[in-house]
């Protein structure tokens, strides 16, 4: 049964994917390697394929949601012959390495390649607030573009397919380092019995009110001139206190001990009187940029 689509992977993205499909009137064949994931799909008008084989050959593009790098190969490796000439999205999330490596295979089996970075949860997808970054075929990503802007807002990034997951894992980077910088402050406030609720209620509105700082902080970085006027010094910025009030309630300070180590090697290095943004120098020395 030919369909516009093939789903791999119906765990909670890839169901969401293949509803948002459905919702659009695509035809959609769906294989789960589980059995049984797929009964309130296929009540939705969506195609139950026997096997992977069988998935593969139902479409001319085959949409990989699987967990992790290896699932994709353990799942296709053994069909790759059937893959030819058609076009592979893989939005299983991978390193850009591995999503390199994907691309790799891919080409040397005659596959299309285009890798996804998905910067949603499930309920997100369809409702536009998503959005999913891609890298890898242009051709592909071209073509496919008025079916996969149906899951989320898309956005390119690119012929090297590792770049979309780049991207994607540098966001969740800052996003967590924010959510520990919150614990961290929890636990501050906790030693003197402060509930993280509480200290949530007034952390929240001020972190969303310093978001505003970001744009600023990388229009230096990009100018490459960290001696902006009107700008904090390093100096201004040192942050040891915020270590020894950490220490001295018994908190580990090790998130914001971070920080301030990246700025110790600038002030140590001789620019204590520039501006916060030059940590990105104390990062860019030691992270390779291949
Ligand atoms: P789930 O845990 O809900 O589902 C995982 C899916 O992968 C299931 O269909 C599972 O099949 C399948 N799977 C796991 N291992 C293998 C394997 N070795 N061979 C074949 N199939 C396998 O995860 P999600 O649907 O939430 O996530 C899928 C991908 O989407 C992940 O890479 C995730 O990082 C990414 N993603 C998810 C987001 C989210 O909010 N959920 C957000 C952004 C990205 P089975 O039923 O047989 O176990």
Same mark, same amino acid.
């Given at each position: 049964?030919?369909?516009?689509?093939?789903?791999?992977?119906?765990?909670?993205?890839?169901? #969401?994917? @293949? #509803?948002?499909?459905?919702?659009?009137?695509?035809?959609?064949?769906?294989?789960?390697?589980?059995?049984?994931? /797929?009964? /309130?799909?296929?009540?939705?008008?969506?195609?139950?394929?026997?096997? $992977? %084989?069988?998935?593969? @050959?139902?479409?001319? $593009?085959?949409?990989?949601?699987?967990?992790?790098?290896?699932?994709?190969?353990?799942?296709?490796? *053994?069909?790759?012959?059937?893959?030819?000439?058609? @076009?592979?999205?893989?939005? @299983?999330?991978?390193?850009?390495?591995?999503?390199?490596?994907?691309?790799?295979?891919?080409?040397?089996? +005659?596959?299309?390649?285009?890798?996804? =970075?998905?910067?949603?949860?499930?309920?997100?997808?369809?409702?536009? =607030?998503?959005?999913?970054?891609?890298? +890898?075929? %242009?051709?592909?990503?071209?073509?496919?573009?008025?079916?996969?802007?149906?899951?989320?807002?898309?956005?390119?990034? +690119?012929?090297?397919?590792? %770049?979309?997951?780049?991207?994607?894992?540098?966001?969740?980077?800052? !996003?967590?380092?924010?959510?520990?910088? &919150?614990?961290?402050? =929890?636990? !501050?406030? +906790?030693?003197?019995?402060?509930?993280?609720?509480?200290?949530?209620?007034?952390?929240?509105?001020?972190?969303?009110? !310093?978001?505003?700082?970001?744009?600023? &902080?990388?229009?230096?970085?990009?100018?490459?001139?960290?001696? $902006? *006027?009107?700008?904090?010094?390093?100096?201004?910025?040192?942050?040891?206190?915020?270590?020894?009030?950490?220490?001295?309630?018994?908190?580990?300070?090790? *998130?914001?001990?971070?920080?301030?180590?990246?700025?110790?090697?600038?002030?140590?290095?001789?620019?204590?009187?520039?501006?916060?943004?030059?940590?990105?120098?104390?990062?860019?020395?030691?992270?390779?940029?291949?």
């Amino acid at each position: 049964h030919p369909t516009d689509l093939t789903m791999l992977g119906l765990g909670a993205m890839g169901s #969401a994917l @293949t #509803a948002a499909l459905l919702d659009a009137d695509h035809s959609v064949t769906v294989w789960n390697r589980t059995p049984g994931r /797929d009964t /309130d799909l296929v009540a939705r008008g969506a195609h139950a394929a026997g096997s $992977v %084989r069988e998935a593969v @050959t139902a479409s001319p $593009v085959v949409v990989a949601c699987l967990l992790k790098h290896d699932s994709v190969h353990e799942t296709l490796d *053994p069909v790759i012959d059937a893959l030819r000439g058609r @076009t592979l999205v893989n939005v @299983t999330t991978t390193t850009p390495e591995e999503a390199r490596e994907l691309a790799s295979w891919a080409a040397a089996h +005659g596959v299309d390649y285009l890798d996804g =970075a998905i910067m949603a949860v499930p309920a997100m997808i369809s409702s536009r =607030a998503g959005q999913i970054f891609y890298s +890898g075929s %242009r051709a592909a990503y071209d073509a496919l573009l008025p079916i996969i802007d149906i899951w989320a807002t898309s956005e390119f990034h +690119g012929e090297d397919a590792g %770049r979309a997951s780049l991207v994607d894992l540098a966001m969740l980077s800052g !996003m967590y380092q924010l959510f520990a910088g &919150f614990v961290h402050g =929890a636990a !501050m406030v +906790g030693s003197v019995g402060m509930s993280a609720c509480d200290f949530a209620a007034r952390q929240a509105p001020f972190l969303a009110a !310093m978001t505003a700082e970001l744009a600023g &902080f990388a229009k230096v970085i990009d100018g490459g001139d960290y001696t $902006v *006027p009107n700008q904090q010094s390093l100096d201004f910025s040192d942050l040891s206190h915020i270590v020894r009030a950490s220490e001295g309630q018994g908190v580990d300070p090790a *998130p914001i001990a971070a920080v301030q180590a990246l700025i110790d090697r600038q002030v140590a290095a001789g620019h204590g009187s520039e501006g916060f943004a030059r940590i990105y120098e104390s990062l860019r020395a030691t992270v390779s940029t291949g």
